[in-house]
């Protein structure tokens, strides 16, 4: 899977597993903050949004990925879960 593909998908799990009525996937930029961003998520959602990424992808997520940034975009929780998690390589 491409890493455009990646981000994409990225959005759409959230906005419908966090159910953000009104809010397009195609809307939400790459390097937009995902905490206290125009998303407007707080730490609760991120670790739901933990959660599913883990089910999702199946990775685990430790207190290391959460403090070294790991949501603070879609950019870099791609890069994550194309690192550590199961997604097919391009």
Not at 36 to 48: A, C, F, Q, R, V
Not at 60 to 74: N, Q, V
């Amino acid at each position: 899977m491409e890493t455009s593909e990646l981000r994409k998908e990225l959005k759409v799990l959230l906005v419908q597993r966090l159910r953000l009525r009104g809010v397009d996937p195609a809307s939400i930029g790459d390097d937009d903050p995902l905490l206290d961003g125009p998303l407007g998520l707080d730490s609760i959602d991120l670790l739901e949004l933990a959660l599913v990424i883990e089910g999702a992808y199946g990775l685990k997520i430790g207190d290391e990925e959460l403090a070294e940034g790991l949501f603070d975009s879609i950019g870099s929780l791609a890069d994550i879960v194309r690192a550590k998690g199961r997604v097919p390589r391009a």
